[in-house]
């Protein structure tokens, strides 16, 4: 190679694509054709030429301007191009390509898909939790039961490592029903309660204030009742 010509290849510059792009353009709808056709619209516009015609592009793929110029026609159409009017700094009016459409798209793409499996992983969670209440209650849960957990996260907005917790401070006090835990979600949320860490430590909290004055200075009789934790009524 003569050094003119690499300075020429220099000077030609570069230009980047997203990545999330170039892996996703046919989730996206598009084909090779039109995904290469766009590449080269951005090489345009980046190069400085912002209103390539369909033989310019044509002539840097294996494509007739005639079927570049329909691929350009679908692309305008089904909203991953756009032609846009502005003026210059003499009111001379000019077109040029955009490709807006296609960043919003993208852009929109990653959104869905980003709720998508924030609401699949919901889902695990609610599957999940219906599962341990069962295994909890040693029997399947009745379907007043089903409606009050489902309860509990869709209308009181419980997070289901809430209810979690709720669910053990109910077995360890050995009072599981439905009832009890409906209370200390209701005591919870009443006092700001919305992290595994916090309703641990108010639970703490709680049953060391409502240990008797006797029975605090009361020393443990032998290491059986060494380890005796009490607990809150949270039905009281």
Sequence with gaps: MKKEQ??????????????YLLNNYVKLGLNEKEFLLILHVHSFVESGKIFPTPMEIADKMTIDPTECMEILRHLLQKGYLAISDEMDEYSIKYERYSLQPL???MIQYMLDKSK???????????ASLYTIFEQEFGRPLSPFECETLGMWMDQDHHDPTIIKA?????VISGKLNFRYIDRILFEWKKNGIKTLNQANEYGKKFRKSNIPPK???QMPVNK???N?????????
């Design 6 to 19: 690499f300075i020429e290849f220099l000077e030609e510059g570069n230009f980047s694509i997203p990545n």
């Design 103 to 105: 960043w919003e798209k």
């Design 116 to 126: 998508q499996a924030t609401i699949q992983s919901n889902k695990d969670d609610e």
């Design 166 to 170: 709720a669910l053990r401070e109910a």
């Design 215 to 217: 029975q605090q200075n």
């Design 224 to 226: 059986t009742n060494k």
């Design 228 to 236: 005796t934790v009490p607990f809150y009524n949270w039905l009281d």
